[in-house]
């Protein structure tokens, strides 16, 4: 499978527990971990060097098959390796803590027999601080241990053979015969002292942390298509929330490429306020007002920082920043640069004012009252919309060569007063603007149907005054902008359709954007273009499209950022949020469109 020593990205699953998250591919290989948390730096990176990134490799000795699952209703994954000697299964969690002393971040396997004798082996390479820094490598006990710093990982392993150094690396070797059982684990401390679990801790922990994923599965109400797709897409989001602040990243990684070889490369570890006004929209369908009350008050305390003006992006504890860095590793498969930090916090994308203000009313429409500080906070951010909507901008899909007067972002500025009025009629908002919001709404609304509109092409623009379209002008039917059923909704999608589609899925545009290099189809773009269809309508269109694109996930269910429509291969950050945002979002249409 793995090709100059990088398996496809589509090979990878995910595990997480509400702090950080791994990937583990499937020849057992955990390939990328951060510790302590999804932006710390990384401990395991050979996904973004595999000569130095550091990983724990688990695996049978001689040649294997495999297949995999998720246990039913969680994001505990499950593996099993075929040897022509016998079989073996690997349990993966990031465990949950419970309220005994336990380790900071544990990463849990057990290993069972389930047919014959299975030679195994196992490897542990630390690659602290993006493999940057050397570590201390030794022992507490009979216990390995790495240590970098206030950093510190522990190895305790249970008839799994007798691990030992070697170089840089910790190495065993272990045989499994049908019905017996070993256990490995990753316990990470980052300056505080490093617990070393006993056996029968690690594996209680592991058994409670099925059974929370299938309490939480459980709890969830969505009733429609494809529940099974929903799901796991929901489950994925809620791997994805950070659970101290409740924000989500975008992609637990970083710098996936979006092309081989190219350097279209960007840290996901941040949270974007479009993706949380998607994912607000995704919570509140699937029941999980917890989560979504949370979102939403990290989004609102994140945003008071800087009100009026409101950031593209934010970190987890709701800090600005986000300045780009690169570091020495080589890339996914020679794909270079690896950045850390992302360049478009400092950017002026005009569509998240849009963003926000839906948020703030879906969070209302969901019988969570806006209260009145918050109230205040939006007001004022609604008078600097009426400000600035004349601006250029980079856009939602943050291009470098900008700005330009994206038709997306006005749309999306429309959106925020439509929303500013809502709230206020409701009394949530201050009334004192609501006539400047009408009044600019209008003017909005003027422009993108005489400037944004192309007599030429039957569609709406990307940009104002140039014949082109992209893939963000599909949401206009979701965020209520002119009649779903109309012409004008109609003939955008078919331009869109014509001019970006590649087979079942769909590019964001096609023209410069000030960085080199190509691209694969987006996936959310192409779930856009799902929930475009239904909710103008053509019910039976986006039903078929729905099922090729659900076809498209990897083994477990599972999407990257972007796809190469022609080979399947995925591209860019994984698994990417927003598609799997888009998933649920592209449900929910066609199953509202097919009800009376």
Known sequence: MR????????????????????????????????LPNFDSPSVAAAILDVSKGGSL?????????????????????????????????????????????????????????????VRMTWRFTPGFHYASARPRLGWRGAVPVATCGSDAIAIPSWHAGQPSWTGDALSSIFEVQAGSTATLALVSASGEPLVMPSRADVERRLDATIAFWEQWSNDRRYSGPWPDAVLRSALVLKALIFAPSGASVAAPTMSLPESIG????????????????????????LGCYAEAESLFWW?????????????????????????????????????????KGNGAAGQNQLDIYGCLLETARLYSDGHRRVDADIGAILGRIADHVCRIWREPDSGIWEVRNGPFHFIHSKVMCWVALDCAVQLAERGE?????IARWRTEARAIQNYVDSEGWSPALGSYRRIAGEDDVDASLLVLPTVRFGDRHGPRIRGTIDEIVRRLGDGDTVRRYIAADGVPGGEGSFLN????????????????????????????????????????????????NFPQALVHLALIDAAVAIRDAGQP
């Open 525 to 572: 773009c192409s779930f856009w273009l799902v929930s475009a269809l239904a909710r103008s309508g053509r019910v039976d269109e986006a039903t078929g499209l729905m099922d090729r694109l659900l076809a498209r996930a990897n083994d477990v269910g599972l999407y990257s950022e972007e796809i190469d429509a022609a080979t399947g291969a995925f591209l860019g």
């Open 262 to 285: 190219g350097e279209r490369n960007w840290d996901y570890r941040f949270c974007w306020i479009r993706d949380s006004n998607f994912a607000i929209s995704a919570l509140l369908n």
């Open 429 to 433: 908002m201050p009334a004192r603007s």
């Open 57 to 117: 490799t688990l695996c049978p000795l001689e040649p294997f098959r495999v297949t995999r699952r998720y246990l039913p209703s969680t994001n505990v994954l499950e593996t099993t390796f075929r040897t022509d000697a016998g079989a073996v299964q690997v349990t993966d969690a990031m465990t949950l803590p419970d309220a005994a002393l336990s380790p900071m971040r544990e990463l849990t396997r057990v290993i069972r027999g389930i047919a014959g004798t």
């Open 299 to 339: 989004f609102m305390q994140a945003t008071a920082l800087t009100e009026p003006e409101v950031r593209v992006l934010y970190q987890l504890d709701g800090g600005l920043g986000g300045k780009e860095q690169v570091l020495t590793l080589s890339g996914y498969r020679r794909s270079a640069p690896v950045r």
């Open 3 to 34: 090709r100059d020593g990088y398996a496809p990205i589509e090979a990878y699953a995910l595990i997480g527990d509400g702090r950080t998250a791994a990937l583990v591919a499937s020849d057992g290989a955990v390939d990328w971990l951060c």
